[in-house]
């Protein structure tokens, strides 16, 4: 699709993805991957702080979801299902360049018991799964 960076489409191409899926993009910015995303068939919710990165978001459409919310405000709606996928592409509370152990609960509440969870940072994409979730007992 035009218009997606490189960088972009490599991480849309990492992403265990199917027709379907609920995925969630945090950091979304413009919006340019969460559009990519719904043309691969998912149902996407983008979200990002910026005022004006939503703005131009909402303008392009797409079929995102898009959503003015900041990653410590981030919870699901009543009655909202879990996402079965959540990335954020440079996002630094999540990506290491800024840690915040409360951004790793926030992605882990509205994560699918099945779900998984990627970030990507300096072209690498990693699962983190296994830092949203609670440790078991």
């Known amino acids: 699709m035009t218009g997606l960076s490189p960088r972009l489409r490599a991480?849309?191409?990492?992403?265990?993805?199917?027709?379907?899926?609920?995925?969630?993009?945090?950091?979304?910015?413009?919006?340019?991957?969460?559009?990519?995303?719904v043309r691969r068939g998912c149902e996407v919710v983008a979200v990002d702080r910026s005022p004006r990165a939503h703005a131009v978001a909402v303008r392009q459409g797409g079929g995102v979801d898009h959503r003015l919310v900041a990653l410590e405000d981030l919870a699901?709606?009543?009655?909202?299902?879990?996402?079965?996928?959540?990335?954020?592409?440079?996002?630094?509370?999540?990506?290491?360049?800024?840690?915040?152990?409360?951004?790793l609960v926030r992605v882990g509440a509205v994560l699918a018991p099945d779900g998984r969870a990627f970030v990507e940072r300096d072209g690498v994409l990693a699962d983190v799964t296994h830092l949203v979730r609670p440790a078991a007992c």
């Open 76 to 103: 699901l709606a009543d009655g909202e299902a879990p996402f079965d996928v959540v990335v954020a592409v440079r996002v630094g509370v999540l990506d290491g360049r800024h840690p915040d152990e409360a951004a």
């Open 11 to 37: 991480v849309a191409d990492a992403l265990p993805l199917r027709p379907g899926l609920r995925v969630l993009e945090i950091g979304s910015g413009t919006g340019a991957l969460a559009r990519e995303l």
